[in-house]
């Protein structure tokens, strides 16, 4: 069974920085997009950024120069590097994987609230 544990949330002041981390385990073969995505109360999940098993990136327009997504193939984890964070970053935070595992699957973390205040 595949597993992503998320950590690094919490409260921030705008300006302020915070790095997320999701860690995948399980039976694994390989592991080919991660990403992270958002939710802020009463509206939809949105891409944040991913990140091939390549190293190439993504990043939605709203985040761009601010956040930097990385992986460590070693460690099956992937980052989330926060700078200048905003009011309007606050959101529960998703981590995402494709992962094959016997078949090939997205799999989601359990989300991490980051709070930023103003």
């Known amino acids: 069974q595949v597993q992503l544990v998320e950590s690094g949330g919490g409260l921030v002041q705008a300006g302020g920085s915070l790095r997320l981390s999701c860690a995948v385990s399980g039976r694994i073969f390989s592991i080919r997009t991660m990403g992270w995505y958002r939710q802020a109360p009463g509206k939809q999940r949105d891409l944040v950024a991913t990140?091939?098993?390549?190293?190439?990136?993504n990043y939605a327009d709203s985040v761009k120069g601010r956040f930097t997504i990385s992986r460590d193939n070693t460690k099956n984890t992937v980052y989330l590097q926060m700078n200048s964070l905003k009011a309007e970053d606050t959101a529960v935070y998703y981590c995402?994987?494709?992962?094959?595992?016997?078949?090939?699957?997205?799999?989601w973390g359990q989300g991490t609230q980051v709070t930023v205040s103003s």
């Open positions: 990140i091939t098993s390549g190293g190439s990136t």
């Open positions: 995402k994987a494709v992962v094959l595992a016997g078949t090939l699957d997205a799999y």
